[in-house]
Structure formats: C-alpha cells, structure tokens
C-alpha cells in the first residue's frame, strides 16, 4: 500500500511536468487547447509579441483620404465588394475611433499592434511632390503615441492594397515601374515622419495577391484580366501582367529597403515584407505526380517571391515554364532585392492538397496562376477534408476547412529552405457569418479552437526547431470591412455593431486571447468553462473617445 502510493505520487508528479511540457496539440476537431493553464504565452518565452492586426482600408472609413483603387474598384464592380455590395466608404470608422481600438488592445493586453497607413491619407494624389495631407500625418502620429503609451509595439505597413487611384489611373500603378520611385518617396517621407516612434516596418502586405487576384482573375483591386476571363474588366492580360506586377513590388520594395538601411539606419528600426503562405500536401502521398504537383505549388507560391528575396532570381522551374513572360532582373538589381528584408511576415490560414492539373484551356483563358499546373483541393484521393471547416461558402463546392499542422510545416520549411529568418506571424485567424445574431457572434468558441490550434502547433514548431519566430498577430482586432465579402463575416477577436461603431466588446475568443496573453504561471485563471458558454460580455468600461 505505502510502495503503491509513493508509486502514485511519483507518476502523478512526472504526468503533472509532463501535461506542462508536452501539450497534445490537435489536427482536427475536437480541440482541447483553449485551458490557457496548460497553453499561454509563457510557453514562448519573455519578449515574444502577441498582437492583433488589421489595416487601413478595411478599418478606417473613407473620410479625410484621397481615393485609392479599393474605392475605385469596389464603386466600378459593387458586385466585387462583396455579396452585400459594400465597400470601405464606412466601416468600424478607425479615423475616428482609434481610441476604441486602442482601448481593446489594453484589454487584450496585446503587446503589439500590426496596422497599415493609408499612402492616400498621407499623399492623396499619388506623389509627394504633390502635396502631403497634414491631417493625416496627425491622424497616424496620435494613434502611434496613444500605442506606445499602453507600451503596444506598432508594426506598420505600407502598402495593404490601397494604392493611390491617380497612381493607378496615370500609369497602372504597380504595372509600371514608376511605382518603385513613388513607393520610395512615400517611405521616405513615412521613415522621415514617424521613424522615431516606429521601429517595425512593413514594405508590403502579401506579395502574392495584387499580381494574381488583382492582375490575373481580377477579383480584386484594380480588377485587370484578360477579357475571357472576366469581361467587366477594363484593361489587362491575365498571363502576362501579373509577373511584372510582381517584378515590381519586388524591386519598388527592394529600393524601400535600400532606403531605410542607408538613410535611416540611424534610427535603428527593423524592416521587412509580408508572404501570404498555405502549406500543400500531396492529393495523394502514393503518386508521384501529386508529390512533384505539391513541390511545383511551393516554388510557384513561395519561391516566386522568396528566390528573389534570398538570391535574386526567380526559381528555376517557374523560368523553365514561365519563360520569357518572366521577366529578368539586372545584376545591380538582383543585388538589392537578395537579402533585402531584417524579418519575414507570414500570413497563414489554410492548407490544401495539390495534383497535377489535367486540364487544357485555351490561350486566351490562361493565367499566370496556370502556370504551376497544379489543382488544389481541401479533400484528398481518399474523399478526406482535410480538417474543420474554415469558411462556408454559398457553393457547398467551395467550402474551405483548415489544418492547424500546417503552420508548422510553413515555419519549418521558411526555416530550413530560406536560412533561418527572423520571422512575426502578422496573420492568422477565422471568420464566422456576418448574419449571426451578438449572442452567437460573441460565443465564438471556434473561433478560440482555431486560434488555439494554431498557437500549439506555432510553439511546437519553436520548441522542436528552433525556428525563429518573435511574435504572432491574430487576424483581427475587431470586425471590419472584409476584402471581396464586405460585411457578411466577421473576423474580430472583438465584435462590432454595424448600428453603433462605438459599440465594441471583445468577443469569447478576444477574453480568451487576453487570457492566454496575461496569465501569470503562478497566478493561472480559476475556471476556464465560461469560454465554452455563451455567456455575453459587455464592457460599458472603455473609454468614450
Ligand atoms: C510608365 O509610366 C510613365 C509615366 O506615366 C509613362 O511615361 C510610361 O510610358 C509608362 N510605361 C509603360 C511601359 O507603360
Ligand atoms: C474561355 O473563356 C470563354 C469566354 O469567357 C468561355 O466562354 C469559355 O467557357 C472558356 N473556356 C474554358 C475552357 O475555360
Ligand atoms: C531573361 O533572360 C533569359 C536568359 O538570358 C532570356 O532567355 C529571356 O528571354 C529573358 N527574359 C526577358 C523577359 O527578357
Ligand atoms: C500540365 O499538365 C498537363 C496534363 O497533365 C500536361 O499535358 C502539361 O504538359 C503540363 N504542363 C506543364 C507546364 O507541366
Ligand atoms: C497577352 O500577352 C501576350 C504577350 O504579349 C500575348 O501573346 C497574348 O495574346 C496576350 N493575351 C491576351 C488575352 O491578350
Ligand atoms: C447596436 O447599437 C444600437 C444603437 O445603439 C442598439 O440599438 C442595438 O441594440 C445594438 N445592437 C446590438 C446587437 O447590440
Ligand atoms: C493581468 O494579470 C495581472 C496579474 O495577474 C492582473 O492584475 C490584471 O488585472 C490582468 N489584466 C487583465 C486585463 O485582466
Ligand atoms: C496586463 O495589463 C495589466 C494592466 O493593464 C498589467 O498589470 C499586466 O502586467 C499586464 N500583463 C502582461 C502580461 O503584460
């Protein structure tokens, strides 16, 4: 009897130390990360940030802005904005209420804040030398300082997609490479202005997504295609453009770079670009050809841009498919875009699986997106989905589901195959229906499960190699102006009401985050059930800015 319990003691206390070190982290429903006990911000050690992102367009409102191409296109194709037809004219009004969002990053308790500047709200005609809104410099210098006195890092970026409209209508915007001169003046006036205060700089959001979705099936701004593509389209070619779209934002973030590390080194900032990243899996693991389809999709997706980044050359297989339509960099350039980043931002949500594209269509339906031959899918040759559902869609067809597992593949692979970089997840999140009665929206539970999945997996992947990740932004402070779904989901760790904007209360999973973010290991939460309720939470306590 006496053997057998200090037996017991003995186990009990490794299965304790064990049930700290070694957190189970799950792939697929039911999760059972959310005890903030057992999984919180302690397990990532001391300066690693946590935050929330969002930016300008989708946050700010219209007002006290020139145009940009989100205004212009989601007025030329309302159908585009989304299936509500709306816009970014008015939204949570950040412009105003930066107050409030403050207030709800104290309440997390975040430590950093990821945002971007609206470049039409500092220069509202495109170029410097055409004027620079004073009202818009206050505007982002009151938000910076009210961050910084709640000792919330700002991480800034440049360019989230809203490009001065008279940029695009004069020379088609990132399609011409006056861009790269015009982004540099734009920065150096942002380094100039707030470089003192800001010291996490962002060149561009998602490298990936105006070439392809902006230039290639014009879903989003500035919705250029070839016509077969999509006939509302007012210019474009759907199998050229987005290359040099692409080779653009590379050199015009390039001279950014270049820029900040020669005249501004003295302010001792980091600087940095944001990838857009889904991990792939073959369709099938059996078959070669979905093995080398999965391996085409990493190059295509991430080495169009990292190659660059790292060697100043695009990947050899997409030169050898691409061709001439890809275009070349000179040796002078090669060696300003290789190397030009201190940190990586990486976005992630989902995974899919990837097989060879058996298709053919004809030339004047092809897009640079083809040209990686692969299909993908989130349902394997074996009928399985790939995890919980992500995103439902009106065509059951196009239903998305996500995989926790594969942010670690996504780190381990920026890791091993782009030398070791300093990386920040400044994305990563889920929407639920816009059309949820506040009880419903506000008893997220999912939204904790994909968050929290996502968070073991982030600090397996640090704990078992090492990879150099300082910090992690949950898509989205609060619930705003979505890109092509306008208001019809929501992707807030805080809620919204669209009657009243200053009406914000965190949702469970933002009581979640604040928990995971501030429990103390000696002070761990009493009870963790509450989250699983739908128990609603209204705090009357914020500040009425
Ligand atoms: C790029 O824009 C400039 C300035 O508007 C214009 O002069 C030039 O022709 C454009 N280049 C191309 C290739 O369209
Ligand atoms: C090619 O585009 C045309 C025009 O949009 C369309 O009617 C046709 O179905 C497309 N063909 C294929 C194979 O996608
Ligand atoms: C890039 O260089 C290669 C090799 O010199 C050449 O074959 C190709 O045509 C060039 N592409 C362009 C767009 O100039
Ligand atoms: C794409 O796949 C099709 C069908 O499997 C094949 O005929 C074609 O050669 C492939 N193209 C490339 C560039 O790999
Ligand atoms: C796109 O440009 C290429 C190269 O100039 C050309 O061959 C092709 O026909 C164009 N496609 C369309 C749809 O205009
Ligand atoms: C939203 O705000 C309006 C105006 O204050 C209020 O009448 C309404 O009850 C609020 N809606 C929700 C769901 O809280
Ligand atoms: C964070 O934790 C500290 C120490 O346990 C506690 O005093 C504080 O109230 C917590 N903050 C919030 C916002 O809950
Ligand atoms: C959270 O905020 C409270 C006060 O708002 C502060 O006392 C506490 O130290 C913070 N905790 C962390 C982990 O930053």
Redesign the pocket.
């Known amino acids: 009897m006496k053997l057998h319990g200090l037996a017991l003691v003995f186990l009990l206390a490794v299965a304790t130390c064990k049930a700290v070190e070694d957190i189970t982290c799950q792939e697929k429903e039911p999760f059972t990360c959310s005890n903030t006990d057992s999984l919180n ?1 302690k397990s990532f050690g001391k300066d690693f940030i946590f935050g929330v992102a969002s930016s300008a367009y989708q946050i700010e409102g219209g007002r006290g802005r020139g145009p940009n191409t989100w205004d212009a296109f989601t007025h030329r194709y309302p159908e585009k904005g989304g299936p509500d037809l709306a816009n970014g004219d008015t939204t949570c009004e950040s412009y105003t209420n930066w107050q409030k969002d403050i207030d709800i990053m ?1 309440e997390l ?1 975040a ?1 950093g804040y990821r945002f971007s500047f609206a470049w039409s709200r500092i220069i509202p005609k495109g170029k410097v030398s055409r004027g620079v809104n004073q009202g818009g410099l206050d505007y982002y210098h009151q938000l910076i300082d009210g961050l910084i006195a709640k000792k919330i890092t700002p991480f800034v970026t440049l360019y989230h997609w809203d490009l001065p409209q008279t940029l695009q209508d004069e020379y088609e915007g990132f399609l011409n490479r006056t861009i790269i001169d015009d982004f540099r003046d734009y920065a150096d006036l942002c380094f100039k202005e707030f470089g003192g205060k800001v010291k996490h700089w962002i060149t561009i959001n998602q490298l990936y997504t105006v070439p392809t979705r902006g230039y290639g099936i014009a879903t989003d701004a500035p919705g250029r295609c070839s016509p077969a593509i999509d006939k509302r389209c007012y210019g474009g070619n759907s199998s050229t453009e987005p290359y040099i779209v692409a080779h653009n934002q590379l050199l015009a973030h390039a001279a950014v770079v270049n820029l900040y590390r020669t005249k501004y080194k003295f302010q001792g900032g980091k600087i940095g670009t944001v990838m857009i990243t889904r991990w792939f899996l073959p369709f099938d693991e059996n078959d070669k050809d979905c093995i080398d389809a999965t391996e085409r999709m990493k190059e295509f997706f991430f080495g169009w841009f990292m190659e660059p980044l790292t060697k100043g050359r695009y990947p050899d297989i997409m030169r050898k498919i691409v061709g001439s339509k890809l275009p070349n960099f000179t040796e002078a350039e090669a060696r300003q875009v290789a190397g030009s980043y201190d940190f990586l931002g990486l976005n992630y949500y989902v995974t899919q699986y990837a097989q060879p594209t058996k298709t053919i269509v004809p030339p004047e339906n092809h897009t640079a997106m083809m040209d990686a031959n692969v299909t993908l899918t989130y349902v394997n040759s074996r009928g399985e989905l790939i995890g919980p559902l992500f995103a439902k869609d009106d065509d059951p067809k196009k239903n998305s589901y996500y995989y926790p597992k594969g942010i670690y593949f996504v780190m381990d692979h920026f890791r091993t195959r782009y030398f070791n970089p300093l990386i920040y997840v400044t994305e990563n999140g889920i929407s639920s229906p816009g059309t949820e009665p506040r009880e419903v929206a506000i008893a997220d539970s999912k939204r904790i499960d994909y968050l929290c999945s996502h968070l073991c997996f982030l600090r397996k992947v640090i704990k078992e190699t090492g990879v150099n990740v300082k910090g992690y932004f949950a898509w989205s402070l609060g619930d705003n102006y979505e890109f092509c779904k306008g208001f019809t989901v929501r992707f807030g760790l805080s809620y919204v009401n669209w009657t009243d904007v200053t009406d914000r209360n965190l949702k469970d999973s933002g009581k979640w985050y604040q928990r995971f ?2 429990v ?1 290991t000696n002070n761990p939460p009493a009870k963790q059930d509450f989250l699983r309720s739908s128990l609603s939470f209204h705090n009357k306590n914020l500040a009425d800015a």
């Open positions: 911000s104290d308790n430590t973010i501030n103390t």
